[in-house]
């Protein structure tokens, strides 16, 4: 068994060990991976003459047990684990090597190094038998030597021829050996000498090998075979002291890259130096440590353990100690093996280079035909090379064309917003199983137009007739560089020349081949019956090519030699003037005539526009409809129609048409007019007690209020076209646009007044010198406001009256005293504002008028009632006092103060059970009469309002 061990105070323990090892009895050991035989010892002395075996032997296994029981209660439980493992491989290992020595004991000699390791598996482990072919017993001895080990994952299998010649003081021996490295296929032949006598063993060995470079199991990037090389080794044994040996030992082998100690260590023409030391106990077991030196300041330390077995020696002799100086003699080794280096020293190199290379990338355009070439780094040709191109390579249009270390390539089609990067791969293999790969990047680039052109015919373009009007030219190149040459007598896919916007009568010629010029230029020409829109463009398009402008637009492309009729034709759709009420309609014709002066008919004229001269209708006031698409009718002529909902004075209507060849042609209509349709107006009220007060009533509700009083403020209100509110007419302090003026009827101009700064209109009062304290009464009766607006910019004029019907007046004071109202009243007490005398009871008419009162000035808020013409009162009650007439007579049943409950909008209703004097309860004058006050017997605090009896 070989083990190694580095570090220098083990070996020196080891060596003085090995010294030692006499004194002890011996006993084999297993250790580690490298197991070390547990063999019997046969204790024995050096000195067999003073020496008694049975007794050694006895001393000696007591000692051993003594010893064993000592480690066994001074070990761990780990450790004990770890020896009964130990002791378990030995007893494995010496059973092997005894028996299978025994096996061999009937042929010759044998040599056995068994480990077992922890795992189950032989490693470090040798064989060798030499068998005897001839032996005269004298002076000639002919013999075969096998051998088998596995080291390093290698079986090698060794086979020997050899001679000895024996004379009385020295042997002299040849031999020759084949050895073979079954597992790396490594081959070398050995030739050795050998000088033999009595304590002193010579040998020299050369080797030579067989096989040549190959791939080695150290990777797929090396190579290997055996080294050349020489070895020489003496053994040397003091005859006083036979169980004791030496030995040295030179060996040297060449290469670069040679694996002398170990396969991961590799100098270059390494050499070592060999000392060692063995002792043998018995003549079956030999055991030693070697001291290895070599260049480069490599060291290595070597423990042995052998078994040697001599075919034909009893057994009893090869296991006495007696029997070891026989064999350091010329004739008891004369069956020993030969020494030499079983194991095969091997050379490495790395295997030359073997690479594959492409360029980083290459690009091109659609359908473009490309050869690429793989660089190939290699001692030998490649076993083959493997192209693979993205699967969207091939679904694109690409094609794939291998031809061994090259590649054809048909590009695919340039997809817009698409993929147009690929990845090609090389993967090239070599005949000694390396692999190499290599990727390249392919580009598709767009086709682009580097020049474009758009030229006239010589005819020029001729409406009528449709010739060729103009020659349309695009050189083709491809990528982002314009500099990129031209792409000459190319045939491209799916071209497509075409106008936006579409026109059905112009004409589009070109080469469906799609094969450009020696110049590289696509070419179509352009024609048209018709004139085309002035924004119209030309564009290309293909394969590979996104939509491309090529000119246009601006009216840079027309056909366009056409011209007005010398006259605006114009008519309306009744009597002058037209009403300006949306539906009366002002008729406005041109007609268009071509180069001949014929009127073309339904087509469309480009370069048209129609206005309404200064801008009138900016703010779309009127409305002017213009032919859709500037397509004239039947009889080539241009219509556009105009309508307006407000008043208009000398409207201008304008055709312009911009002609290429006759340059811009204006045509104007004759002054036209619309009258104003007077419109109703609403109104909104206001209150100057009550801000938060507003109502509104619509046009359609004139003659609105029919009760005024002195705080009411009245505004005219107007909704005007697309217009979804109604908005008060009033005028605008802020820069409008609108002079607004307003008027009143001469007939009853004296019933209202307007202010025309702020559009407020009010009802004046007059004084009535029959009412008493001079109380003012409101005019009553009709008044017409009428607001005149008139737009500055546009001039569209327009008219909004209201018409007023004042049926009731009343009056308000804001600030009354504490009425304190008795039954029946008490005419000292009572608001001398509003009466004279003393009031008595309400009648019909007053309760009428109240309730138009409520009707028009009450909220609909439940939140905020109130009557919109003053606020509620300060106090707790939710009554407003009112005094029912203005004008009394004594003992008149026509007053009586009312009571206005302001949450509910609505005069609090009489108790049934009050009994009104001198009247019926089932009056039939008073059987709906739900206003009829109750009789009231208690202090309220409230406004006051007078509303005089019809």
Not at 472 to 486: F, R
Not at 712 to 718: A, D, N, P, Q
Not at 901 to 920: E, F
């Amino acid at each position: 068994m070989d083990s190694y061990i580095n570090h220098k105070s083990i070996r020196f323990s080891v060596l003085l060990y090995s010294l030692l090892l006499p004194m002890t009895p011996m006993n084999a050991f297993s250790a580690g991976e490298k197991s070390l035989e547990d063999k019997a010892a046969k204790g024995t002395w050096l000195n067999p003459a003073t020496a008694n075996p049975e007794e050694n032997d006895k001393a000696g296994v007591v000692t051993q047990n003594i010893q064993q029981v000592s480690n066994v209660l001074s070990s761990s439980p780990a450790q004990l684990a770890e020896q009964a493992k130990s002791y378990a491989l030995g007893k494995i290992n010496n059973t092997i090597a005894t028996e299978t020595q025994q096996w061999l004991s009937r042929y010759g000699t044998a040599r056995i190094n068994f480990s077992l390791d922890r795992k189950g598996k032989l490693d470090n482990s040798a064989v060798d038998l030499l068998l005897p072919l001839y032996d005269n017993k004298t002076d000639w001895l002919l013999f075969t030597q096998l051998g088998y080990r596995h080291k390093d994952s290698r079986h090698t299998l060794n086979l020997g021829l050899g001679g000895r010649y024996f004379t009385p003081g020295w042997m002299y021996g040849i031999n020759t050996f084949f050895d073979n490295d079954v597992t790396g296929k490594n081959k070398r032949l050995g030739v050795g000498g050998e000088a033999w006598t009595d304590y002193v063993k010579l040998s020299a060995n050369t080797y030579w090998r067989v096989t040549k470079w190959h791939q080695s199991l150290k990777g797929k990037e090396y190579e290997e075979r055996p080294a050349n090389g020489f070895d020489l080794s003496g053994e040397f044994y003091l005859p006083a002291y036979p169980n004791l040996g030496g030995k040295l030992a030179y060996e040297q082998y060449y290469g670069d890259n040679v694996a002398l100690f170990n396969r991961d260590t590799q100098q270059k023409n390494p050499s070592l130096a060999r000392i060692g030391l063995n002792y043998t106990p018995i003549p079956l077991v030999t055991m030693g440590v070697d001291y290895k030196y070599g260049s480069g300041g490599k060291s290595e330390t070597l423990f042995q353990a052998n078994l040697n077995y001599r075919f034909g020696t009893p057994f009893d002799v090869q296991i006495s100690p007696s029997s070891v100086a026989s064999l350091r003699t010329l004739a008891g080794s004369r069956y020993d093996l030969v020494e030499r280096n079983n194991n095969i020293v091997l050379e490495y190199r790395k295997k030359p280079e073997f690479n594959i290379t492409l360029p980083n990338f290459v690009s091109g355009y659609s359908a473009q035909q490309l050869n690429t070439v793989a660089k190939i780094i290699a001692a030998k040709p490649v076993k083959q090379i493997d192209w693979q191109a993205d699967p969207q390579f091939i679904q694109n249009g690409g094609v794939i064309i291998p031809r061994e270390n090259q590649i054809d390539l048909v590009l695919p089609t340039y997809t817009p917003n698409g993929v147009n990067d690929y990845t090609l791969m090389a993967r090239a293999d070599s005949h000694d199983g390396r692999q190499r790969a290599a990727q390249m990047k392919i580009i598709v680039e767009p086709f682009i137009v580097k020049e474009k052109s758009i030229e006239k015919t010589a005819e020029g373009p001729l409406v009528t007739n449709g010739q060729s009007a103009y020659d349309l030219a695009a050189t083709i190149t491809y990528g982002l560089n314009k500099n990129n040459k031209s792409l000459a007598n190319h045939s491209f896919s799916n071209v497509e020349w075409y106008l936006k916007p579409e026109n059905k009568e112009a004409i589009l010629t070109w080469d469906k081949s799609g094969k450009s010029g020696t110049k590289g230029q696509l070419t179509a020409t352009l024609a048209s019956k018709t004139p085309l829109d002035k924004n119209t463009k030309i564009y290309l398009k293909m394969d590979g090519m996104e939509e491309t402008l090529i000119g246009g637009g601006g009216g840079t492309i027309n056909f366009d030699n056409v011209k007005f009729d010398k006259k605006m034709h114009q008519q309306a759709s009744g009597s002058l003037p037209l009403k300006g009420n949306g539906q009366d309609t002002y008729t406005f014709k041109v007609k268009v005539l071509n180069a001949q002066n014929e009127p073309i008919k339904t087509q469309f004229i480009p370069g048209v526009t129609w206005k309404i001269k200064d801008n009138k209708d900016a703010k779309e006031q009127m409305k002017l409809v213009t032919p859709e698409n500037s397509m004239t009718d039947g009889e080539g002529y241009l219509v556009a129609k105009l309508t307006s909902q407000y008043g208009f004075d000398d409207i201008i209507v304008e055709a312009t048409l911009n002609s290429s060849t006759d340059g811009v042609q204006t045509l104007s209509s004759e002054p036209v007019k619309f009258e104003v349709i007077p419109q109703f107006a609403g109104i909104l009220l206001k209150s100057a007690t009550v801000p938060d007060f507003s109502k509104e009533f619509s046009a359609q509700e004139q003659e609105r209020p029919r009760n005024v009083h002195d705080k009411l403020e009245v505004y005219l209100t107007r909704k005007q076209p697309n217009q979804a509110t109604t908005s008060p007419i009033t005028p605008d302090t802020g820069g409008s646009s609108e002079h607004i003026h307003f008027s009143i009827g001469k007939e009853n101009a004296a019933n209202a007044t307007v202010d025309q700064k702020t559009g407020k209109i009010t009802f004046p009062p007059s004084p009535d010198v029959n009412a008493p304290d001079n109380i003012y009464n409101y005019q009553s009766g009709k008044a017409n406001v009428t607001a005149h607006i008139t737009d500055r910019t546009t001039g569209a004029k327009a008219t909004y009256t209201y018409n007023f019907n004042i049926k009731q007046t009343f009056h308000y004071f804001p600030k009354p005293s504490k009425v304190p109202f008795q039954k029946m009243g008490d005419p000292s007490t009572s608001p001398t504002a509003c009466h004279g005398q003393s009031g008595t009871w309400a009648s019909t008419p007053v309760s009428s008028a109240l309730r138009d009162l409520v009707d028009e000035y009450g909220s609909t808020d439940p939140k905020n009632s109130n009557l919109g013409i003053f606020h509620n009162p300060s106090g707790s009650s939710e009554y407003i006092l009112m005094f029912a007439s203005l004008d009394q007579n004594p003992n008149s049943p026509m007053a009586m103060f009312l009571l206005y409950n302001y949450k509910t909008n609505s005069v609090k209703p009489r108790d049934p059970s009050d009994k009104i004097p001198g009247h019926n309860p089932n009056d039939s004058e008073r059987e709906n009469d739900l206003n009829t006050p109750p009789y009231i017997d208690t202090n309220l605090i409230g406004n006051v309002l007078c509303i005089p009896s019809r």
